[in-house]
């Protein structure tokens, strides 16, 4: 018998580019954060933060 339980890895991010900006996201089951698109190349940050309940908070 094979068991296909995953853990959850779902935590609050922030991601603070170039200018300022900050985007607050929370991860997927997986752990995974959207991706970010622009036009060039920049500095980015990003602050893992604690982690959320049942995927949001």
């Known amino acids: 018998m ?3 339980m995953r853990t959850q ?7 603070i580019r170039a200018d300022g900006a900050k985007i607050h996201g929370v991860t997927d ?3 995974n954060i959207d991706l ?4 060039g190349p920049e500095t980015l940050s990003l ?3 604690d982690e ?3 995927g949001m908070s």
């Open 47 to 49: 602050d893992i933060l």
């Open 36 to 39: 970010q698109k622009g036009l």
């Open 29 to 31: 089951a997986m752990g």
């Open 9 to 15: 890895c779902v935590g609050r991010f922030v991601i």
């Open 52 to 54: 959320a309940e049942g």
């Open 2 to 4: 094979t068991s296909t």
